[in-house]
């Protein structure tokens, strides 16, 4: 079967001397594995549109494992990515958790739209790293099946306190009348920007602001809910946060 999808490369890695695996992030397939033959010979065609963060146009047929890139046409590669090594190591991250909440040939536009955008940001904008990491792991979450019940309290059904609770465990809030133990304070304008980042169309949800206390308490609980959910380890994370 030969077929032709644009895909991110969210994966690469060097099969015996000169071959390469890569992982695709794609819209009509979800993640897709292929082979590039000779990829990592210096005159290689497909050196540039199958390295890491290559999004490109790709022709490609099943092998008996796998599937085997014909031709790939570069699109964007992200290049600017290579000039910030805080910026790349979120990239990284990105790619990482990308690759742990899609699934095979199952449709992932989205995602791959949100992934794109963000790599966008990070390549030509001086957003707040903080409002763009955010943003990425929440809407991953929820397409991956972990939204959050952020629409009302969830023991009265109290729609906003001034004060209120994020319960990263059981992944709900509590106003500020029914607060529980173990949950993380914060202000109505954190659960506003959650709510915004959860249910707002792919293309905005990068358009928020908060004040930096604000900010650093969505992140916090942005980040844990993300690590007591998925369960794993990411050494994509703790790398960039050494960083900073």
């Given at each position: ?8 490369v969210i994966?690469?890695?060097?099969i ?16 897709v594995?292929?082979?590039v033959?000779?990829?990592k010979q210096?005159?290689s065609r497909l050196?540039?549109?199958t390295?890491?963060?290559a ?8 092998g008996?494992?796998a599937?085997?890139?014909?031709n790939a046409?570069?699109i964007e590669?992200?290049f ?8 790349l ?10 690759f742990?909440?899609a ?8 995602m ?8 966008h940001l990070?390549?030509?904008?001086d957003k ?7 943003a990425?792991?929440l809407?991953?979450?929820s ?8 629409l009302?309290c ?12 994020f ?7 509590y106003?500020e009348n029914?607060?529980k133990a ?12 959650i709510r915004?980042v ?5 293309k905005?949800i990068f358009s928020?602001t908060l004040?930096?206390?604000n900010m650093e308490?969505?992140?916090t609980?942005?980040?844990k809910?993300?690590?007591s ?8 994370l703790?790398f960039y946060?050494?960083l900073?």
């Open positions: 079967m030969k077929t032709t999808t644009k895909g991110l994966r690469e890695q060097t015996g001397e000169s071959d390469r695996l890569v992982t695709l992030l794609t819209a009509d397939w979800g993640l594995r292929a082979f033959r000779g990829a210096t005159k050196a540039s549109s390295s890491l963060f999004y490109s146009e790709f022709s490609l047929y099943r008996r494992d599937f085997v890139v014909d046409t570069p590669v992200f600017d990515l290579r000039k910030d090594i805080v910026k190591a979120l990239a990284q991250y990105f790619a990482q958790l990308s742990e909440l699934t095979e040939e199952q449709p992932a536009a989205e791959l739209s949100v992934i794109l955008n963000s790599l990070l390549c030509n904008s707040d790293l903080r409002i763009i990491k955010s990425v792991e809407r991953l979450l397409l991956g099946g972990y939204m959050p019940n952020i009302a969830a023991n009265c059904s109290t729609y906003e306190t001034d004060l209120m609770y319960d990263t465990m059981d992944g709900c809030i106003c029914c607060g173990g949950a993380i304070p914060c202000s109505k304008n954190v659960i506003t920007a915004f959860c249910l707002t169309e792919p905005k928020f004040s930096e206390e308490i969505l992140s609980i942005i980040e809910y993300l690590i959910h998925l369960q794993k380890r990411f050494p994509t703790e946060k050494g900073l």
